[in-house]
């Protein structure tokens, strides 16, 4: 079993940053397939970015492409979404999602999830 909790989500003006962060137990964390997934209202939810156990590899959606970076750190078992350049489109809950064996962008090959953050991008 996996426990993710997110942290980091906030109001901030279009054009400005979050990082949030996802603390895992449970489970060895360095052997775990991490990704970002968020929903907007009335929306569903869809895929942001993974990455792959060791941290070397990662696939990032299009429509986040040069604003979303996505990081770990396997000694602090947190995974980390950096967003720059944050747009109104952007705001969403957003949630981090672990699973065992190679990245996935589909939200069903993905067996533990948080419980979301909120971020809200203002115009």
């Known amino acids: 079993q996996v426990q993710l909790v997110e942290s980091g989500g906030g109001l901030v003006q279009a054009g400005g940053s979050l990082r949030l962060s996802c603390a895992a137990s449970?489970?060895?964390?360095?052997?775990?397939?991490l990704g970002w997934f968020r929903q907007a209202p009335g929306k569903e939810r869809e895929f942001v970015v993974v990455?792959?156990?060791?941290?070397?590899?990662?696939v990032l959606a299009d429509s986040m492409k040069g604003r979303f970076t996505i990081s770990r750190d396997n000694t602090k078992n947190t995974v980390y979404l950096q967003m720059n350049n944050l747009k109104p489109e952007d705001t969403a809950v957003y949630y981090c999602?672990?699973?065992?064996?190679?990245?996935?962008?589909?939200?069903?090959?993905?067996?533990?999830w948080g419980q979301g953050t909120q971020v809200t991008v203002s115009s």
């Open positions: 990455i792959t156990p060791s941290g070397g590899s990662t």
């Open positions: 999602a672990a699973r065992d064996g190679g990245p996935s962008v589909r939200l069903k090959e993905y067996y533990y």
């Open positions: 449970g489970r060895t964390f360095s052997s775990l397939t």
